[in-house]
């Protein structure tokens, strides 16, 4: 079964410093990778996806990601934040074609707070 | 621009209360999904569908239920409100097919079961 781990629950930083959001998942077949963000009291925007090519996956707002194969993983990195940034952050998989189609397993979320 | 909606963002009811959550899309999209978020747990899958009339039990779907009669609307229904049903609510939609099975989703349903 596929699972995904988002190693920090909340990161604190400060305006303009660079951050790193990080996600493992479980999988015993090829996936796509996402990351979704929610500010306050709205619904999910995906920030960016991995299908297939390139690692290194360039994503909405300044963000981007790298997929990392050998390691199962699929960190989201911004090389300075904004006040504006301050959101919470879903990693999300799912596998080619599974049994469940279109389905997707989330991560638990990371807060992300950016601080003046 | 894509667009899925969710009939309130708010909504306070009381414990035995039958309650509709409606959903709709304009993307002529055929799956939809209900989630439910809660601080600590991320987003459970309650129901999903691929088509009218179908409907697939998700991760959590117990004390909920669904109705998909037309493509664009979704409903979740809770057929007696308890207070542990006290949660946000997303709804999402996604295309068939689609090589990436990217969701798109609507701004949520607070709901306080009291």
Same mark, same amino acid.
């Given at each position: +079964?596929?699972? /995904?781990?988002?190693?920090?629950?909340?990161?604190?930083?400060?305006?303009?410093?660079? /951050?790193?959001? =990080?996600?493992?998942?479980?999988?015993?077949?090829?996936?796509? $990778?996402?990351?979704?963000?929610?500010y306050p009291?709205?619904?999910?925007?995906?920030?960016? *996806?991995?299908?297939?090519?390139? @690692?290194?996956?360039?994503?909405?707002?300044?963000?981007? +990601?790298?997929?990392? *194969?050998?390691? @199962?993983?699929?960190? $989201?990195?911004?090389?300075?934040?904004?006040i504006s940034d301050t959101a919470?952050?879903?990693?999300?998989?799912?596998?080619?074609?599974?049994?469940?189609?279109?389905?997707?397993?989330?991560?638990?979320?990371? *807060?992300l707070s950016v601080?003046? | 621009?894509?667009?899925?909606?969710?009939?309130?963002?708010?909504?306070?009811? =009381? @414990?035995?209360?039958?309650?509709? $959550?409606?959903?709709?899309?304009?993307?002529?999209?055929?799956?939809?999904?209900?989630?439910?978020?809660?601080?600590?747990?991320?987003?459970?899958? #309650?129901?999903?569908?691929?088509?009218?009339?179908?409907?697939?039990?998700?991760? #959590?779907?117990?004390?909920?239920?669904?109705?998909?009669?037309?493509?664009?609307?979704?409903?979740? #229904?809770?057929?007696? +409100?308890? @207070?542990?049903?006290?949660?946000?609510?997303?709804?999402?939609?996604?295309?068939?097919?689609?090589?990436?099975?990217?969701?798109?989703?609507?701004?949520?349903? =607070?709901?306080?079961?009291?």
């Amino acid at each position: +079964a596929q699972s /995904v781990t988002q190693l920090d629950s909340q990161v604190p930083v400060f305006e303009e410093a660079p /951050v790193e959001l =990080r996600c493992n998942y479980s999988s015993s077949v090829s996936v796509y $990778l996402f990351w979704y963000v929610q500010y306050p009291n709205q619904g999910l925007q995906l920030l960016l *996806k991995y299908l297939s090519g390139s @690692t290194l996956v360039k994503g909405i707002n300044g963000f981007e +990601a790298e997929f990392n *194969k050998s390691q @199962t993983s699929f960190h $989201l990195r911004k090389p300075s934040v904004h006040i504006s940034d301050t959101a919470e952050y879903f990693c999300a998989v799912s596998d080619h074609g599974g049994g469940s189609q279109g389905n997707l397993i989330f991560g638990k979320g990371t *807060k992300l707070s950016v601080k003046p | 621009d894509v667009k899925v909606t969710q009939s309130s963002r708010y909504l306070v009811k =009381r @414990t035995g209360e039958k309650v509709f $959550l409606e959903c709709v899309q304009d993307m002529d999209h055929e799956n939809m999904f209900w989630y439910r978020q809660d601080p600590g747990l991320g987003l459970r899958l #309650i129901y999903f569908s691929y088509d009218v009339k179908m409907k697939e039990k998700g991760d #959590i779907p117990e004390g909920y239920s669904v109705s998909r009669e037309k493509k664009e609307r979704f409903s979740l #229904i809770l057929e007696s +409100a308890s @207070t542990n049903q006290t949660s946000m609510y997303l709804c999402a939609s996604s295309r068939r097919g689609a090589r990436s099975y990217e969701q798109y989703f609507g701004p949520g349903t =607070r709901l306080t079961v009291t």
